[in-house]
């Protein structure tokens, strides 16, 4: 049985990652396992992501070095911890999934070409440093159920009055990248994609991270594998 690991959970703005992401380390500590949760930094967090929304052309790229850098650090000291047996760590986005903002800004034109050829360098520069987590957990969520729960969060919390900027196909483009990153890390680790557009209730959350985190600990171990892909291989994941 594995007992320790770092494990990336992506998905779409308001798919609920956050919410699977914390009950995955609470199913790893029920199963007598170390486990936290690192939560992407959102809330109160990042100082350029309300700027970004209300001029998304003058502040992407600040924002989304910022994101990233505050990714690579998150995953390297999850991936650290893990190597060093510290037991799981669970992500709630990572470096990897970066990248798809990245090419959606490329795409709606809030980068311009050299901001876009700046991004993809610093990205590149960061893979001699990154490996490949344990396992990706993907939630598929329709975007238009996506769009409805950024609404009610926004009702709920303070923090979040700056995603009324997000719209249907912002997040239909985020979803096609999402995809596309799925496709790439499923050929070199260990990926589970669950249908996420069905609302759940807080016990059958539970279950769900409690069936993938049995799974992953006690499927066969495996090395790492360092992160040597380059950029543009992901970006023409088909």
């Not at 956050?18 to 380390?25: C, E, H, I, R, V």
């Not at 069936?211 to 992160?227: K, M, R």
Request: hydrophobic share 35%; with cysteine.
């Amino acid at each position: 049985m594995k007992t320790s690991g770092y494990i990336i959970v992506e998905g779409n703005i308001g798919a609920g990652k956050s919410t699977f992401a914390a009950a995955l380390a609470k199913a790893f500590v029920a199963l007598g396992h170390k486990a936290e949760y690192l939560a992407e930094p959102a809330d109160g967090t990042n100082p350029f992501l309300p700027l970004y929304y209300e001029n998304p052309k003058r502040w992407a790229f600040t924002m989304q070095a910022h994101l990233l850098s505050k990714r690579y650090e998150m995953t390297q000291y999850a991936q650290h911890g893990a190597l060093m047996g510290n037991g799981w760590y669970i992500l709630d986005r990572s470096y990897f999934g970066d990248l798809y903002f990245a090419n959606v800004q490329m795409k709606d034109g809030y980068f311009t070409p050299d901001e876009y050829a700046s991004y993809v360098s610093l990205h590149k520069a960061m893979q001699a440093n990154i490996h490949f987590p344990t396992a990706a957990v993907f939630l598929d969520c329709l975007p238009c159920v996506c769009k409805q729960r950024i609404s009610k969060r926004m009702s709920e919390r303070e923090g979040r009055k700056c995603e009324a900027a997000i719209d249907i196909e912002y997040l239909q483009s985020l979803e096609d990248e999402i995809d596309r990153l799925c496709c790439f890390l499923r050929t070199q680790t260990q990926t589970y994609r669950l249908e996420w557009t069905t609302e759940r209730s807080d016990d059958e959350i539970m279950e769900k991270a409690q069936d993938i985190a049995t799974a992953i600990a006690y499927s066969e171990p495996d090395d790492y594998s360092p992160w040597g892909a380059s950029a543009s291989r992901l970006l023409s994941c088909e």
